[in-house]
C-alpha cells in the first residue's frame, strides 16, 4: 500500500508539474490606472489570454510609475512585457540621458509601436512668427511638471532646434494649468504632448484663446532624431481643433511594447501575431488602441526589434529597416 501510495503521488507530482511548465505567466507593466497605458495593457492581457488558450498564455496588465519604473521591471524580470515611451526607451537603450545616463541596457527589444505621443508646441498667436517651434525662442514658455516625461522629450526637441531653458523663460505646468495661464496672459505657449485630439488644446482653442499649434519641419525633425531617433512625422487633420482649418504638421513619439532577449522568440511571435491578426478586437480596446495598425508598426521603434516580433514582421512582408533587425537574426545568417 505503501508502495503504491508513493507511487500515486509521484505521478500527481509529474502530473502538475507538467501542467505548471506549460502554462505561460505574463506580467504587462504599464502605467498609473488613470492613464492610457494601463487600459491597454490589461486590454492586450486579455487579448492573448483569450486567443492563446490552447498556448496556455495568461496574460495580466500591471499598474506601475510609467515607463521608467517599467524598465526596471524589465530588468527584474518582474514584468515580462512593458509599454514605454519611445524617449524614455530611446535614453535606457542608449544608456544616454535622464535616469540611465552611463547605464545602457543593451538586452531591450522592441515589439510594435501601438500609438502617437504627439507633439503640441502651443502658441499665442502674437507671438508667431515662423509658424514653426523655433517661434519659442524668448517667449515664457512651460516645458511641463518638472522630471515628468513632458518636460524630458520638451527639453531634447528644444535641442534639436539648438535651443535650452536659458534661451526661454522656463515655466513648469501641466496641461490645463499651461492653458488657463495662456488665457490669462500670463504666459505665452507651452508643449502639451498626448494622442489627439488633446482635450486641452480643445478646450484652447474652443474657448478663444488666440494660439495655435506650431509646426516641425523636415530639417527640425532630423536635427531632433539626430539626438535620439524616435520621433516621426504626423499631421494633425484640419478641422481637430475648432478654428485650425489647416494640416498641422507636426511629430510624434511612439508608445510602444517592448520586451527583453531573455523572452522566448516563439512566445514573442505568437504575441505580436495575436495583435495583428485580431485587429477589430484590439481597437475596442481603447479609442488610443484604434491607431494600432501594421502599417505603422515600426514607427519611431528606439530599439532592434525582439527576434519573434521580427519574424512576425518579415513574413507579413513590411521591410524593416537596418537599425530594428536585432542583432540575433545577423547572427543566425551567419
Keep these: 500500500m505503501k508502495k503504491a501510495l508513493l507511487l500515486i ?58 515607463s521608467v519604473e517599467n524598465i526596471q521591471l524589465l530588468k527584474n524580470g518582474e514584468a515580462k512585457v512593458a509599454i514605454l515611451q519611445g524617449l524614455i526607451g530611446a535614453q535606457a537603450y542608449e544608456g544616454r540621458g535622464g535616469n540611465f545616463e552611463g547605464r545602457p541596457y543593451k538586452e531591450l527589444r522592441s515589439i ?93 482653442t474652443a474657448s478663444g484663446v488666440k494660439a495655435s499649434v506650431l509646426d516641425v519641419t523636415d530639417e527640425q525633425l532630423d536635427s531632433i532624431n539626430s539626438i535620439f531617433n524616435t520621433w516621426f512625422r504626423f499631421v494633425i487633420p484640419a478641422g481637430t481643433y475648432t478654428g485650425i482649418d489647416k494640416e498641422i504638421n507636426t511629430i510624434a513619439q511612439p508608445n510602444f511594447l517592448a520586451t527583453t532577449t531573455e523572452i522566448d522568440e516563439e512566445l514573442v511571435y505568437k504575441l505580436t501575431k495575436t ?23 515600426l514607427n519611431g521603434l528606439p530599439a532592434p526589434l525582439h527576434i519573434g516580433a521580427y519574424k512576425y514582421f518579415v513574413e507579413a512582408g513590411l521591410e524593416v529597416p537596418e537599425h530594428l533587425i536585432p542583432p540575433e537574426a545577423n547572427e543566425a545568417k551567419k
Design 9 to 66: 503521488l509521484a505521478a500527481l507530482s509529474l502530473l502538475l508539474s507538467g501542467c505548471i511548465e506549460r502554462r505561460e505567466f505574463i506580467t504587462i507593466a504599464t502605467a498609473s490606472a488613470g492613464g492610457t497605458y494601463y487600459p491597454i495593457g490589461v486590454g492586450l492581457g486579455n487579448l492573448w489570454t483569450e486567443i492563446l488558450t490552447e498556448e496556455k498564455v495568461k496574460a495580466t496588465g500591471q499598474s506601475s510609475a510609467g
Design 275 to 297: 495583435i495583428y491578426e485580431n485587429l477589430d478586437k484590439v481597437h475596442q480596446i481603447h479609442n488610443s488602441a484604434k491607431e494600432i495598425q501594421l502599417e505603422s508598426a
Design 112 to 204: 510594435s509601436m501601438l500609438w502617437s505621443n504627439v507633439e503640441h508646441f502651443v502658441l499665442m498667436e502674437k507671438e508667431i512668427t515662423t509658424g514653426t517651434i523655433s517661434d519659442i525662442d524668448t517667449k515664457s514658455f512651460s516645458v511641463g511638471p518638472q522630471a515628468s516625461g513632458t518636460e524630458q522629450s520638451t527639453l531634447v526637441i528644444m535641442e534639436g532646434i539648438g535651443l535650452t531653458k536659458k534661451n526661454i523663460k522656463p515655466e513648469y505646468l501641466g496641461y490645463d494649468d499651461t492653458i488657463s495661464a495662456m488665457r490669462d496672459g500670463r504666459l505665452d505657449g507651452g508643449s502639451l504632448p498626448a494622442g489627439i485630439p488633446v482635450s486641452s488644446v480643445m478646450d484652447m
